[in-house]
Structures are given as structure tokens and as C-alpha cells.
Antibody, heavy 123, light 110 residues
């Protein structure tokens, strides 16, 4: 059974940094593209970032480009999101999601999601 | 403002049918597969439909998807109170080079 478990969420002040982690199990993590998707309070889903199976290619939503960095450690079945220069509008539940295929490009669907972790940016 | 357009809410009675629409452009729905996600209150999204009209294992055939041109629809028959949830459509946008979602549709079964 596929499990994705996020951690690292917290309350942080604007301008500070936070690192999210996602522990994966139940599938061949090293063969799958992975993503972060967020959901602001009372809002819809927003794709944040994606990374290819071998970390060779990554991409970001314009809203986080230059501030967030996605990475992965296939040896440890883990996905990460380094979030710098956080803004109040980054407040959201952050979901780790697996997609079909090995590349983030052209993602067809997200077949498994973590339970989500809350990041609150406030002074 | 979401890239894909969904109605904010729909409602119907138990046992009845409902259709949720999702509208996009040639940059997204028109040239890519559509997926649908169910988000029950307080839980993570769950894949309901992929590749326009395919159901993952374990999803009942009460749920169906279709796509035509730059629009897609999710159909739910035999509505149950347990179907009350937010439903999101999603696809790839080639111009944005990003995954995109609709704003979500809240289904009420009354």
C-alpha cells in the first residue's frame, strides 16, 4: 500500500525559511516523478513544484519560483521542499503527491497524495 | 483565479444524478488528459478519474468522466450522502508548463 507522509510544517514569521519532508513507501519511489501541491485556507488546489525521477529536471509555479527548491533522496525514499523568504500568502496545507510516469512535465494525474502538512506564515 | 473553471457548488437529492463541468482552453484541457479528485471534508484529495474517463481500482462505476474539446465533465449517479465533498478537475497546461486545477465544486446531497 502506498503511503506518503509529510512533516516539517510549522508557524513561521514572514521572511523566514522552512523545510518540508515527505516519506514515501509502498511503491518504487525512484521510478516516479513527485510533486508538491498546496491548498490555502478555504481555497482550491495549487500545483507548487515537480521533480523528475532522477532529479534531472524540476519546475515551479511562478508564485514560488526563486524562493522554493524541490529535491529528493531516492536512497531514503524522501521528497523535500525548501521554502525561503516565506510570505503570508504561502500559508496553506502542503501535500506531497505522486504522479504517473518519471517526469513532472506533462503530468497526467496525481495518483497518490499524502495527508498534508500545515504551514502558517504570520507575524 | 484558477486556470480551469468549475461551478462553485452543485446540489441534488439522494439517488439522483449530478454533472460537474470543468472548462479550459486549448493550452490545457484541449490538448491534455483530464483528471478528477474528490476531497472529503478534512481529508486529502483522492484520485477519482484519470485520463479523461478512466476509474482507478476501487472507484465505483457511479463515477464517470468525459471530455470534449476544451471542456470536461464528471458525472455521479445514485448520489449518496457520503458523496458530499469538494471535487476538482486537473490537467497539464502546456503554455504555463505546470499542472493546473479548477477552483473546486462543492457537492451537497440533500
Amino acid at each position: 500500500e502506498v503511503h506518503l507522509v509529510e512533516s516539517g510544517g510549522n508557524l513561521v514569521q514572514p521572511g523566514r525559511s522552512l523545510r518540508l519532508s515527505c516519506a514515501a513507501s509502498g511503491f518504487n519511489f525512484g521510478d516516479s516523478a513527485m510533486h508538491w501541491v498546496r491548498q490555502g485556507p478555504g481555497k482550491g488546489l495549487e500545483w507548487v513544484s515537480g521533480i523528475s525521477w532522477n532529479s534531472g529536471s524540476v519546475n515551479y509555479a511562478d508564485s514560488v519560483k526563486g524562493r522554493f527548491t524541490i529535491s529528493r533522496d531516492n536512497a531514503k525514499n524522501s521528497l523535500f521542499l525548501q521554502m525561503n523568504s516565506l510570505r503570508t500568502e504561502d500559508t496553506a496545507f502542503y501535500y506531497c503527491a505522486k504522479s504517473s510516469g518519471t517526469s513532472w512535465y506533462g503530468v497526467r494525474y496525481f495518483d497518490y497524495w499524502g495527508q498534508g502538512i500545515l504551514v502558517t506564515v504570520s507575524s | 483565479q484558477s486556470v480551469l473553471t468549475q461551478p462553485p457548488s452543485v446540489s441534488s437529492a439522494p439517488g439522483q444524478k449530478v454533472i460537474i463541468s470543468c472548462s479550459g482552453t486549448t493550452s490545457n484541457i484541449g490538448n491534455n488528459y483530464v483528471s478528477w479528485y474528490q476531497q472529503l471534508p478534512g481529508t486529502a484529495p483522492k484520485l477519482l478519474i484519470y485520463d479523461n474517463d478512466q476509474r482507478p481500482s476501487g472507484i465505483p462505476d457511479r463515477f464517470s468522466g468525459s471530455k470534449s474539446g476544451t471542456s470536461a465533465t464528471l458525472g455521479i449517479t445514485g448520489l449518496q450522502t457520503g458523496d458530499e465533498a469538494d471535487y476538482y478537475c486537473g490537467t497539464w497546461d502546456g503554455s504555463l508548463r505546470a499542472g493546473v486545477f479548477g477552483g473546486g465544486t462543492k457537492l451537497t446531497v440533500v
